[in-house]
């Protein structure tokens, strides 16, 4: 299930069920959503992106959906694997925006067990 | 196809000192970015940058912090007289354009 730790939540899943992390976007006018997986030592990867004129887009065992009216986004992970065990964080972004900056979530941890 | 590459990984300054923090990006981005990030939180984003102009430094500290992107080489993140709150994993990336920000592994920076 999910907790919160000492800073960031923790999502604890069996190898092999579903996953599901959730995220809080802060700004209205955001049209653009990323989520990341982030390692220990390493930078963000890249997962999956989706505009606001869309509510849900698939990739390779991943799924976004995205509800603008809560503005509320989440990510599902399919058959989790012990692989995906990371910090997941959304970001938010205006593209019309000439900063083009992205604001990032406060992240999930996800640990799978075999 | 080379990725995101920040060097040093690891870089180890004594108060007072300065820091250098180089980013290539990936072949054909010409969009740079830089973030920061501290254990446990989400990155904070610190500047923006085309080749050699700077288009939004809005997240950046206003004194000892500076970032260049020249026409040839590397983007440079500047600290001068380092503290220890400079302490951090400062990250890069890179888009083309408009698409998504793709990110190197990082410099950590330690002050003694």
């Known amino acids: 299930g999910e907790s919160v730790g000492l800073h960031l939540p923790t999502l604890s899943v069996q190898e092999g069920d579903n996953s599901i992390i959730n995220c809080a976007y802060s700004n209205s006018a955001s049209d653009y959503f990323i989520w990341y997986k982030q390692e220990s030592g390493k930078g963000p990867q890249f997962i999956i992106d989706?505009?606001?004129?869309?509510d849900k887009r698939q990739g390779q065992r991943v799924t976004v959906l995205l509800n603008k009216t809560v503005k509320h986004l989440s990510l599902q992970i399919a058959a989790t694997q012990p692989g995906d065990s990371a910090v997941y964080f959304c970001?938010?972004?205006?593209?019309?925006?000439?900063?083009?900056?992205?604001?990032f979530g406060g992240g999930t941890r996800l640990m799978v067990k075999p | 196809n080379a990725g995101v590459m920040q060097n040093p990984r690891h870089l180890v300054r004594r108060r007072g000192q300065e820091a250098r923090l180089r980013c290539s990006p990936m072949k054909g981005h010409s969009h740079v970015y830089w973030y920061r990030q501290l254990p446990e939180e989400g990155l904070k984003f610190m500047v923006y940058?085309?080749?050699?102009?700077?288009?939004?430094e809005s997240g950046m500290p206003k004194e000892r912090f500076s970032a260049e992107f020249p026409k040839e080489g590397p983007s440079i993140l500047r600290i001068q007289q380092v503290v220890r709150g400079d302490s951090a994993a400062y990250f890069c990336?890179?888009?083309?354009?408009?698409?998504?920000?793709?990110f190197g592994d990082g410099t950590r920076l330690s002050i003694l």
């Open positions: 990336a890179s888009s083309p354009d408009r698409g998504p920000q793709h």
């Open positions: 940058l085309q080749k050699e102009n700077i288009i939004d």
């Open positions: 970001a938010e972004n205006i593209e019309g925006d000439a900063g083009n900056m992205l604001t």
């Open positions: 989706i505009r606001s004129n869309m």
